[in-house]
């Protein structure tokens, strides 16, 4: 049984369902606080600015962590981000199942990166950052499979900015990934749970 110290308290910033799942799964007693700031602007001026996407990502997640941390001073935030590039293109989550669509016809039969950023607040000031990649390849997927991908995951999909679900049916996509399960679903638990031993949050 993982021993969690009980202070500082510790939060999620994200509304993510499958970063919450990631903590719970790893024994973590967190609160999930949804961070309002403007994703699609940030990562359209990082972009913009020639960022690498590495960078992006982490500027990302550290708008989402203080964000929350200036409500929180008193806990230790966590922030993330996942950010996909393909052939140079940074990709947004699809907007509807024609959009999604598109995105898996542009993924088809090539390889892509997921880029994820993550950040630590706590006291008024970032502590931690962390940048991990995992590498995925996508088998050339027919016009058939696709749309019964859309069918069986439905609006789901519209969550993650690849359009599919790893965890899911979305496994069928790949032909090769190369990188840590965690960090595909968009939270690299490995380097968190690192830190937070480091914090003592968590018994070494």
């Excluded at 032909?175 to 968190?192: F, K, Q």
Aim: aromatic content about 4%; overall charge neutral.
């Amino acid at each position: 049984m993982v021993i969690q110290a009980a202070d500082p308290p510790l939060i999620l910033a994200s509304a993510s369902p499958s970063r919450r799942a990631l903590m719970q799964a790893a024994g973590l007693r967190f609160e999930a606080i949804a961070a309002a700031v403007d994703e699609a602007a940030l990562k359209e001026a990082a972009q913009a600015e020639g960022a690498r996407p590495a960078d992006a990502a982490v500027l990302l997640a550290d708008a989402k962590a203080r964000a929350v941390a200036r409500r929180r001073p008193d806990a230790l935030v966590i922030g993330s981000d996942q950010l996909m590039v393909c052939d140079g293109r940074w990709f947004d989550k699809p907007a509807d199942l024609v959009q999604a669509g598109a995105h898996l016809r542009a993924l088809s039969g090539r390889t892509h990166q997921l880029v994820n950023g993550t950040v630590a607040w706590r006291g008024g000031q970032r502590i931690w950052q962390n940048a991990a990649v995992a590498t995925l390849t996508v088998r050339v997927l027919s016009d058939a499979f696709i749309a019964a991908y859309l069918a069986a995951e439905g609006e789901a999909l519209l969550a993650t900015v690849g359009a599919y679900r790893m965890e899911g049916l979305g496994v069928q996509l790949f032909s090769a990934v190369d990188g840590e399960h965690s960090t595909i679903l968009g939270l690299p638990m490995l380097p968190l749970l690192g830190f937070l031993r480091q914090q003592r949050l968590l018994t070494a």
